[in-house]
């Protein structure tokens, strides 16, 4: 927290305080998922700061919003970007001798179909038996987005639990 600490000292004090320290959480989220999964990781600053560009006093409030996920983006970056690659080289993985089995396709039971618009194409969101809708949209924009999979499930989850009538 010590990255938000000058910010917690501006007036209005809470506020802003507030949103330097959630912007460095969600800049450190952005930097720590990428890196977890082996990619490139992408600031993502105007997303995260972007309820910060309307609140007054203008300037101020997107300035240390800005600062806080610089600031939490930049040293998860530096921090973090060889510690996956580094555990990866250490520990050897032995594949042992397996004999191979034909495969059993699995057909799981469609439930509910949600037509899903993604960049002028529709496509469909399956539900299947046994599985929620939370988790249906979490399969769905892991397959389809996965370059920004929370920002996919943020967007659609309300919209397929109305449909899904939960």
Not at 70 to 81: E, F, I
Not at 126 to 155: L, M, T
Request: glycine share 6%; aromatic share 6%; charged share 25%.
């Amino acid at each position: 927290m010590a990255m938000c600490r000058d910010a917690k000292k501006v007036l209005p004090r809470p506020k802003v305080g507030d949103f330097c320290s959630t912007a460095m959480e969600q800049g450190f989220k952005d930097a720590c998922f990428a890196l977890c999964q082996g990619q490139d990781p992408v600031p993502k600053i105007a997303q995260a700061c972007r309820a910060a560009a309307i609140e007054l006093p203008r300037p101020t409030v997107r300035n240390w919003c800005e600062h806080g996920y610089r600031q939490g983006y930049d040293k998860t970056v530096s921090d973090m970007y060889n510690y996956f690659t580094v555990v990866a080289e250490e520990v050897p993985v032995e594949e042992p001798e397996v004999v191979k089995e034909p495969e059993v396709v699995e057909t799981r039971t469609v439930v509910n179909t949600v037509p899903i618009t993604l960049d002028d194409n529709v496509l469909d969101l399956n539900i299947y038996e046994g599985q929620g809708p939370e988790e249906a949209v979490a399969e769905f924009c892991g397959k389809n987005i996965p370059e920004d999979v929370s920002g996919c499930i943020r967007q659609l989850l309300p919209s397929v639990l109305e449909h899904a009538g939960v």
